[in-house]
């Protein structure tokens, strides 16, 4: 099994910066795409910033400038620095990632999700 543990989400006021972080644990053969979605009340889940294993990155428009996703492959792990945070980024943030147990299964898998809360 794999799991992802987040951490670093928490209250900031607007223009205030803050650092996710998610680590990937178990039985990993390779861990393909990482990324990062949210969700905020009453809307769909969206992605935020994905980054492949070669270091290829994707970012939302809306967060195009302000965000930054990173990854340790080493460590298996995705890492998203959030600056210049605007009220409308509240929401809980999940780590996702793309995760082969073996040579020939490879799974979706998704972290517990932290909330992040950007007072005006």
């Known amino acids: 099994q794999v799991q992802l543990v987040e951490s670093g989400g928490g209250l900031v006021q607007a223009g205030g910066s803050l650092r996710l972080s998610c680590a990937a644990s178990?039985?990993?053969?390779?861990?393909?795409?990482m990324g990062w979605y949210r969700q905020a009340p009453g809307k769909q889940r969206e992605l935020v910033a994905a980054?492949?294993?070669?270091?290829?990155?994707t970012y939302a428009d809306s967060v195009k400038g302000r965000f930054t996703i990173s990854r340790d492959n080493a460590k298996n792990t995705v890492y998203l620095q959030m600056n210049s945070l605007k009220p409308e980024d509240t929401a809980v943030y999940y780590c996702?990632?793309?995760?082969?147990?073996?040579?020939?299964?490879?799974?979706?898998?998704w972290g517990q999700g932290t909330q992040v809360t950007v007072s005006s």
């Open positions: 980054v492949s294993s070669g270091g290829t990155t």
């Open positions: 178990g039985s990993i053969f390779s861990v393909n795409t």
């Open positions: 996702h990632a793309i995760v082969a147990t073996s040579i020939i299964i490879r799974n979706n898998y």
